[in-house]
């Protein structure tokens, strides 16, 4: 190995020296630039070996008046052991600001936290001064409504613009080197007067972001600070990110749920940019991800994946020729989800782009040893990347900042190209009715969850989609929709005539009210993207998807959202609505009593939480009452007066009926339930996605570690509710183990050395985890009449370690679902866990758990997938063999049951078994998953057969309380909001969930319980 390792060595300094042969061919530096010597030398210093620079990056340019990023850091960018903080990096680029005519920073929102997010504006001091008239002809670009489509005009403004480069950084907060690199890359961009920069600096204006997670950020250099201070010591890891999630913040470009990804949105189209190009670090030395790996999105532009091909491959052959060992491009990342930051540029007619460097997670210099499969050579890396090298955080920022200003000189030249494209992509996603289609999506007035609904209306708002109401009735012509009785007729017809039928068409009528996202307008891709079906084959090449394979934001908000391809749709007379589109609410009718239908609409349990003194029971059967249906689980509210009430409905967009009497209707009361919500200290991404949900639904609730839980054993006395999210893909055994034990104490506190962390939770160590005791503890909680509420690997914990007898895990055989929607069915209407929903809900299943049920609580729920046959004997294969020579006797009945159903017991079973499950006490399902043939709404789904029809939902009895299972995730990044309310449901009726529960009909065993 070092052999090898020293001739490729010497091969890449051989290549050195070639590179700097042709560095007067790609005219990067003017010899007459003055140059800061010492900060130069510096630079030198910390490049671990030559070939880890290029001649963009191994000096800097000198200047007698703009400081450089020295001022703020007292050392180069990239230097080891530095790593500043959010107001440090924003401090220079500010000191830019005064220095220079050609920097221009604007502040464009703020964190969760509070904390500041910038945009660094950087180019000639002519474009500074023409920025705002530059921005007004772009956005005629970006909208050529405005100029009704003339491609001459359009080709005047191109003559006359400029396009804007947006570069983020550091949105993964332990991705460290991006805001040194950016406040170097800026002091670069507006000093150097070689040709090379100046030409960028004339050509288009740089925008830069220097970090996008700044929360995280300033988190990660407390945690970064810490180490330093204690050297040889193991370092806590960076649990938490921003306020909610960690690495997923990078998945929030449909949902739009984090104000990162909204401030980064709002700056992308209110610049009107061309580009977004996001910085990461990971894969050895630059893995430039523009072009990815198939299976590539299927509703971007064309005229988008060869932008990709073209700079992409630009990028990697300049380098190459650089002498840089280790870039690249294509590699495992598919393009198929538009979920990740960048991608905002790609649904929004610019180009996306990624860069994933090295790093080391802080500025240690550190030897670098990689695997096989990261310095193999491969046919998309012909230049891989060293097997060992030291590595330190100035190479980084040396390779992101060459990749940048390549990337930036191949703009520059192309500006016209790419500004023609631009306006060529915004055409035709206002052409898209007349081309591929569709004209329109309809979300019918007629929809039972008007705040789903609006939900989902203000989401494509914010994508800058235009949504207008029909100010009358219309009707489109649509494909009949199929029944099984017109499939088999349609069969019968065509054997009979043998001929080929055009597909039946209808008219189908909307009503006035109605909303439409009409296809004729700028975004028109992304509406498209968020709403349309999903489909991935179980057999592409592609064995690992990058990603989520669904997000069908019309099924997971369990929302009617119907696809128009007729154009005459867009004929129908409508109106413009401003954003944020709300549901209408209010009070109709006089009276104390106050009925509100339980329609699933999130707001409902707001209602709840803002109105505690008032009395609300839910009804168990639906109801009629003064002339309007209500599903069951509907709200009948009392000792709240109207005037208290009408604002709360009104802005919650929910529909009061007030009487003077409540309606006759069997009714329990729903209470504003104590909630604590569980973290464990080995990862809180996931669980973030639910605090976000539980946030936005103002639910008050206690936030608290699984150390928490270990430490209390008296959890009844404070909770009603505890839900436990999903715990990444933590085992049950990892949860309860923690970390292993040996080395230092992990903190997480705030302390004068570390004041950014510890504020959402902390502990003096975050290795110990649930622990045995903490799993009793939760025993104890729901024996004494608690809910506990768990999820994917939080629920397979309860099942694991005897909190739900009953249930049990089979294991998987082909079944992958990699982020699907599944269909599921209502198996019990009348569990209050399932309250305002009717059937056919679609559900995220990421490899979700396959349970099964039993009457005994040793599981034994197994069974064989097909039915026995009978063995070889006598008469045809359905007849009973008979023994001779003795009269037949009737077999005993062999017990049967549906998959999501647990098989009866057998005689043999109850006879003195302590095993059997009192009937009171046995899982109740309230939610199935479908049968095989409507399984799959969107996504990836292989093996379907062996989780079709098992449960999906299950309501455990345990003593006095409840353990709620669910095999899915309920609350995923902000896109799964249809199916939130069945966790609402069960914080709502946390004490009346046996409510509608059937009685058995099976002979009672002495029962233990009450
Ligand atoms: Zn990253």
Known sequence: ?????????????????????????????????????????????????????????????????????????????????????????????????????????????????????????????????????????????????????????????????????????????????????????????????????????????????????????????????????????????????????????????????????????????????QVLHDLHESVPYLYDNTIGDEPYNAWLDPIL????????????????????????????????????????????????????????????????TLTPQQYGRTWYRQNPPLPKAKWSQRNNNNYEQTGLLISLDHFAENSKLFLRNF?????????????????????????PRPGGQAELLRILQLQGCEVVQAAAPFSVTMRKAKSDKDDKTEKNEKTEKNEKKEPATEAVQFPAGSYLVRMDQPYSRVADMLLDYQYWSPNDPQRRPYDDTAWTFGEFGNVKVVRITDVKVLDAPVRKLQAPLQAPGGIRGQGTVFVVNHNSDNALVTLRYKLRNARMDAAEEPFEFQGVKFNRGSFVIRGVSPGELRPVVSDLGLQAIAASEAPSVVTHPIRAARLAVVHTWLTTQDEGWWRHAIDNASIPF???????????????????????????????????????????????????????????????????????????????FVQQGGVLLGSMNTSDLAITFGLAPGVSIAPKQKFKATGTALRTKLVDASSPLVYGYTDNLAVYCFECSIYNLSNLANGGGQRPAVEPERTTGRGTKDDPDLPQGRPVVDLPEIPKAEAWEALPLTDEQKRNNTAVIPPEFRPRVVLRYADTKELLVSGLLDGASEIA????????????????????????????????????????????????????DEAVTPSAGR
């Open 702 to 780: 206690t936030y608290i570690s699984t150390q928490a839980v270990a430490r209390d054993s008296n959890l009844r006395s404070k909770y009603d509710v505890i839900i436990f999210p999903p715990a990444g893909r933590n085992t049950p055994q990892a949860i309860v183990a923690g970390m292993p034990m040996w080395g230092n104490a992990l903190p997480w506190k705030k302390t004068p050395e570390t004041p950014n962390i510890g504020n959402l939770d902390s502990t003096d160590d975050m290795r110990p985890g649930l622990s045995w005791t903490g799993v009793d503890n939760l025993k104890n």
């Open 423 to 447: 306006y060529l992509k915004s055409k035709r996603s206002i052409d898209k009715p007349k081309n591929e289609g569709p004209a329109a999506y309809v979300f019918p007035a007629d929809d």
């Open 305 to 368: 994946t060869d932008e990709w091909q073209m700079i992409g491959w630009h990028n990697v052959s300049e380098m190459t020729k650089l002498g840089m060992p280790g870039v690249f491009a294509h590699g495992d990342f598919d393009t198929w989800s538009p979920g990740y930051l960048m991608f905002l540029a790609a649904t929004h007619n610019g180009i996306s782009r990624l860069y994933e460097t090295f790093g080391n997670a802080g500025a240690d210099t550190l030897e670098r």
């Open 1 to 273: 190995m070092e052999k090898i390792l020293g001739r490729m060595i010497l091969f890449a300094a051989a290549t050195i020296v070639a590179a700097q042969f042709m560095v007067a061919q790609v005219r990067i530096r003017d010899p007459k630039q003055a140059i800061d010597e010492g900060y130069t030398k510096k630079i030198r210093e910390y490049t671990t070996e030559p070939f880890f620079n290029s001649p963009w990056t191994d000096y800097l340019p000198a200047s007698a008046t703009v400081p450089t990023p020295k001022a703020v850091l007292g050392d180069v960018a990239g230097a080891p052991n530095k790593l500043p903080y959010s107001t440090d990096v924003y401090r220079y680029m500010r000191m830019l600001e005064r220095a220079t005519g050609r920097v221009k920073v604007v502040s464009i929102g703020t964190t969760e936290e509070g904390r500041e997010m910038i945009a660094v504006a950087v180019a000639s001091e002519r474009l500074i001064a023409d920025l705002e008239q530059n921005r007004s002809r772009l956005a005629r670009l970006a909208d050529p409504r405005l100029i009704n489509m003339d491609d001459a005009e359009a080709e005047r403004l191109v003559a006359a613009s400029v396009p804007i480069y947006y570069i983020t950084g550091s949105i993964h907060a332990p991705e460290t080197g991006a805001p040194t690199a950016l406040m170097e890359l800026a002091y670069r961009l507006a000093v150097d007067e070689s040709p090379a920069i100046q030409a960028i600096r004339d050509r288009l204006v740089t925008l830069i972001t220097p970090m996008v997670e700044v929360d995280g950020r300033d988190r990660q250099v407390d945690v970064y600070n810490w180490h330093l201070a204690h050297p040889g010591q193991n370092w806590p890891n960076l649990i938490y990110w921003g306020k909610y999630v960690a690495h997923d913040n990078n998945r929030d470009a449909m949902a739009l749920t984090l104000k990162l990804t909204q401030n980064v949105l709002k700056t992308f189209i209110d610049w009107k940019a």
């Open 949 to 1000: 029809q098992h449960p999906a939902v299950v309501d455990v009895p345990v003593d006095r309380g409840h353990v709620v299972l669910f095999s899915n995730n309920p609350m995923w990044r902000g896109e799964t909001q249809g199916s939130y309310f069945l966790v609402y449901n069960a914080i709502l009726n946390f004490d009346s969930l046996n409510a509608g529960r059937k009685k058995s």
